[in-house]
Nanobody, 117 residues
């Protein structure tokens, strides 16, 4: 059974930092690209960052230079280091897996990030 368990969210002031973690199970982690998404109330879910199986990284423009995605295949974990947080980063953050160009429709519960001004 595929499981993705996100953690590390919380309440932080503008300019602060958080590190999110996503522990995966139920599939061969190293064979998948992994990504972080976020969804704010009333808005669509959007891709934040993606890391391939060979550590190639992509970022959406709105987080470039502030967020860093990484992975530890031995721990089956993907991380998102978030620095210089802004109120507009407030959202629920989710991780997901991608095989080829297809993202899974199996989502975890996510972790809430709230940035106060």
């Amino acid at each position: 059974q595929v499981q993705l368990v996100e953690s590390g969210g919380g309440l932080v002031q503008s300019g602060g930092s958080l590190r999110l973690s996503c522990v995966a199970s139920g599939f061969v982690f190293r064979n998948y690209n992994m990504g972080w998404f976020r969804q704010a109330p009333g808005k669509e879910r959007q891709l934040v960052a993606r890391i391939s199986g060979n550590n190639y990284k992509n970022y959406s423009d709105f987080v470039k230079g502030r967020f860093t995605i990484s992975r530890d295949d031995a721990k089956k974990t993907v991380y998102l280091q978030m620095n210089s947080l802004k109120p507009e980063d407030t959202a629920r953050y989710y991780c997901n897996r991608q095989y080829g160009n297809v993202w899974s429709d199996n989502w975890g519960q996510g972790t809430q990030v709230t940035v106060s001004s």
